[in-house]
């Protein structure tokens, strides 16, 4: 039997022309992404789409537009062997984070992929990173089963666990990578997997669930040097706010300060989680390490390990979607869901 893959496309630069007036690139419609690439019949797959109407641009991509994402997959879970998700490059990390905790017990691939150049354009990555998506969302095993069991992002060279990534480029086509985790796949003249990497082993007989419910009481705070006590009390102070994603120095260091310490431990008492993740790239938080960090840690905050900004935000969302208390937040945001974290 022919794969059936499915394409949800919401915008970004692989579907977007150029505004003959402003020169500007604007989104453009599925069928005119589809009319430049024709090799897409040589797969000979049966590909159906779902199209965002308008599509959007991914700065104006919320947590509203993921809903619609997962519904498209749940609703249609049952009849496809896998999903292509086209989306633009600036937030699709953040949609990728999301969509690992909202399709809990996925057993099918989820390929989110784009492009930094429009694919209509003469010289363009987008050509490549669709029919390769399409490639290892319709990928088996010896066994049968899907290759990919999880949402993962693909860009040029490398098939990524999609909440272990971040855009690192504005300008290469190389423009993801995730420093804390091996890529799932690397691709050259063929599609090479790394099949230890892979995602496995869910444990879950009665299938895939779609969680909807996000909260989005959460946000996230940079420290600097210079930073006053005015300015974090005030980002304390948010009306409504549930959690915040501290993103600290090194290993999980912030200032020793008295008037930081005793900020950061009101706030705690309050009922906010505060999950402390690193400002760096490669690593992740060792709250025992530093002096500076100790402090932190003693005033209540939850250390974030090796969570990229978007999954410790988008994980926040997910968790006071469920309804659950600040302590049984604190407790699960510890716990890896979806392979997002090193535990």
């Known amino acids: 039997m022919k794969p059936r893959i499915l394409i949800v496309y919401t915008g970004g630069t692989i579907g977007m022309i150029e505004d003959q007036a402003t020169k500007t690139l604007r989104p453009f419609d599925f069928t005119h992404l589809m009319d430049n690439v024709p090799k897409v019949k040589m797969l000979d797959y049966v590909i159906d789409n779902i199209q ?23 609703s249609n879970y049952d009849n496809y062997d896998g999903f292509v998700v086209l989306h633009g490059t600036d937030t699709m990390a953040y949609t990728a984070s999301a969509l690992s905790f909202m399709l809990d017990g996925l057993e099918k691939p989820v390929i989110i992929t784009g492009s930094q150049l429009p694919i209509g354009e003469v010289r363009t990555d987008g050509e490549e ?37 971040s855009k690192r480029s504005a300008d290469n086509f190389n423009a993801f990578r995730s420093s804390n985790y091996p890529e799932l796949a690397r691709i050259g003249l063929g599609i090479h997997y790394n099949r230890e990497s892979l995602h496995r082993d ?9 969680h909807y419910n996000l909260d989005l009481g959460v946000i996230g705070i940079d420290l600097f040097p210079g930073l006053t006590e005015t300015s974090l ?15 600290t120095y090194g290993t999980g260091n912030a200032p020793t300060a008295q008037w930081f310490t005793d900020a950061i431990t009101e706030a705690v008492q309050r009922g906010i989680v505060i999950v402390n993740v690193t400002q760096c790239a ?17 005033t209540g905050t939850v250390s974030g390990a090796d969570l990229t900004f ?22 699960r945001m510890t716990h890896t869901i979806a392979g997002e974290m090193s535990v």
């Open 52 to 74: 965002f109407d308008p599509p959007i641009d991914s700065s104006d991509m919320s947590p509203a537009h993921w809903q619609d994402i997962a519904r498209a997959i749940a």
């Open 129 to 165: 990173n669709l029919i390769t998506a399409l490639q290892i969302a319709a990928e088996t095993d010896t066994d049968g089963r899907p290759m990919v069991q999880e949402v993962a992002i693909l860009f040029e060279d490398y098939l990524w666990r999609g909440n272990r990534a």
């Open 202 to 210: 869910h444990g879950h007989a009665s299938g895939m669930t779609a």
């Open 233 to 247: 009390r005030h980002m304390l102070a948010t009306p409504g706010i549930k959690g915040i994603v501290l993103r």
């Open 282 to 298: 490669d690593g992740g938080v060792h709250p025992r390490r530093y002096l500076a960090g100790d402090i932190l840690s003693s």
């Open 310 to 331: 978007e999954a410790a935000i988008t994980k926040l969302m997910f968790l006071f979607g469920l309804g659950l208390s600040p302590e049984e937040v604190r407790r």
